[in-house]
């Protein structure tokens, strides 16, 4: 599926109070979509019907919908900083039960990415201001494996942690009580682990894929042992 090129400002344009030059490239967005598929709008106004429920970083960098190629309507998304999944977290609980009972999507699946910002900032400590009290469920997971993370290379573990924190949120997206109550009621709801490379654009897949609550504990261990094995071996 092919979506053509974006229309961007001149790089020597300035960015105006009003923000014109985005309603100017909206209305050329919309243009070449209209034109691209007639009736585009008109039908996805009708319905929503996404098989897939994105949990992803808020960062600017990872457009979600773009990354897999498909059009608005066909992905379900819900991001934040370092794509954190908190049992305490109401916004991303009213996501996934929207997802999962409403729109009755198959797939959930947490993304984080390399280099993340947010990620650093739990792994070296610092200090960036009421985000730290978000970012404490990541050094959460650094302190977890902190005896692993200690035996990787300095330079990789930045995105050993990104990993390991898919890992965790991953886990916890399968704890949910709504997850949970899909699997036991026989509903198909498969919840995946997945890393972005801003090195390369690919994404890949960590392995922690679960379509039932039996299946939780050993894709973990699966998973965790594969980021062991590449990360010792790097």
């Known amino acids: 599926m092919q979506h053509g ?10 960015v105006s109070t009003q923000l014109t030059e985005l309603f100017d490239s909206n209305r050329e967005w919309a243009r070449r979509t209209e034109q691209r598929e007639p009736g585009f709008f008109s039908k996805l106004l009708e319905q929503q019907t996404p098989q897939y429920l994105w ?26 900083v370092a794509n954190v999944v908190a049992h305490s977290d109401l916004n991303a609980l009213s996501v996934i039960q929207f997802a999962v009972e ?44 902190e ?5 990787v290379a300095p330079e990789q573990r930045l995105n050993a942690l990104c990993e390991l924190n898919v890992l965790e949120q991953a886990r916890n997206v399968c704890d949910t009580t709504v997850v949970q109550d899909a699997w036991a ?29 039996e299946q939780v504990a050993p894709a973990y261990r699966a998973a965790l042992a594969g980021i062991i094995t590449r990360y010792h071996a790097a």
Do not use: M
């Open 55 to 80: 949990i992803g970083c808020a960062d600017s960098r990872v457009p979600a919908n773009e990354l897999v190629d498909l059009l608005p309507g066909e992905l379900f998304v819900h991001r934040n």
């Open 147 to 151: 005896a692993l993370l200690e035996r």
């Open 185 to 213: 009621r026989g509903q198909e709801v498969v919840v995946h682990g997945w890393v972005y490379g801003l090195h390369n654009g690919l994404l890949e897949d960590l392995r922690i894929t679960a379509a039932a609550a």
């Open 5 to 14: 090129c974006r229309h961007r400002p001149p790089e020597s344009s300035i």
């Open 102 to 145: 409403g729109l009755k999507v198959q797939h959930i699946i947490v993304v984080g990415h390399s280099s993340c910002g947010g990620v650093r900032a739990a792994l070296n400590d610092l200090r960036l201001g009421l985000v730290d009290n978000w970012i404490r469920h990541v050094k959460d997971v650094r302190c977890k494996h």
